[in-house]
């Protein structure tokens, strides 16, 4: 597991949110991952395709194309 795998720390920072509308909700949140906050979720996520699976090969393709410095340029993420 030494060249492959990757022990990242939970942040323990909270949700960031930005100005509250006119009717007192954020447009949006912004956490720093992996966050505490979601610590032990992604088990309890159930869908009915393969989500979880062609999620973790999106992000196994960024990985490997930032790692091979591919110009965002040149490819999509369709």
């Known amino acids: ?3 492959r795998c ?3 720390q939970l942040s323990e920072e909270v949700g960031m949110e ?3 509308d006119d009717e007192g909700v ?7 991952l992996p966050c505490r906050e979601f ?12 989500v979880k ?3 973790l090969s999106y992000a196994d393709s ?5 790692k ?3 110009s965002p340029q040149l490819i999509t993420w369709n």
């Not at 610590?39 to 393969?50: I, K, R």
């Not at 960024?62 to 930032?66: I, N, T, V």
């Open 1 to 3: 597991c030494a060249s």
């Open 6 to 8: 990757s022990h990242p």
């Open 18 to 20: 930005d100005d509250e």
């Open 26 to 32: 954020p447009s949006f949140r912004d956490w720093v």
């Open 39 to 50: 610590h032990g979720m992604w088990e309890s996520l159930c869908y009915e395709e393969d």
């Open 53 to 55: 699976g062609r999620l």
């Open 62 to 66: 960024a990985m490997l194309f930032s």
């Open 68 to 70: 091979m410095n591919v």
